[in-house]
């Protein structure tokens, strides 16, 4: 009886070990859309994309956006949103926004990933397997990332 017991707990430690794995390894990295909500709702953040280009935007609480890029002056308006927990950035001037998959990698860093081009792919469409696009940081704290990407 003894030995049925311990077998028993080593199934029950066995799949407790893969529950933790797998919400680490699968949606669980993901900011859910309250968590985007109070991390950059009404926020500025600066950041950098992966080709070491440098950005600041900020997100008005109506919605709106404004963008601007340091180096070549760029500037730009939008909208910004939630959608099924995806952190999307429209441009009005430009095709170049998206929505993203994000994680907070620490107390302020945030990293973005590609998943759709458009609102309304990131309504329809299935979890991807999204790219890793930009880091950035709350200007109103210090920045806590790292010198390099956390891929």
């Not at 003894?2 to 070990?17: E, N, S, T």
């Not at 859910?32 to 280009?53: C, F, M, P, W």
């Not at 441009?91 to 926004?97: A, C, L, N």
């Not at 991807?128 to 109103?140: I, L, S």
Request: charge should be neutral; aromatic fraction near 12%; include cysteine.
């Amino acid at each position: 009886m003894f030995w049925k017991q311990q077998i028993c707990r080593l199934w029950l430690g066995a799949a407790l070990c893969v529950c933790l794995v797998s919400n680490v390894l699968g949606n669980d990295i993901w900011l859910k859309e309250n968590e985007l909500r109070s991390g950059l709702g009404g926020a500025t953040i600066d950041g950098q994309y992966v080709d070491a280009r440098g950005f600041r935007e900020h997100y008005n609480a109506d919605g709106s956006l404004n963008y601007e890029e340091p180096v070549g002056n760029a500037k730009l308006g939008g909208r910004w949103s939630i959608v099924r927990d995806r952190f999307c950035t429209i441009y009005d001037q430009s095709e170049t926004g998206g929505c993203y998959r994000v994680r907070q990698v620490s107390d302020n860093c945030f990293e973005f990933f590609f998943d759709t081009r458009t609102v309304a792919e990131a309504q329809s469409s299935t979890l991807r397997n999204p790219t890793w696009t930009a880091r950035a940081w709350r200007t109103d704290r210090v920045s806590t990332c790292e010198e390099r990407p956390m891929v």
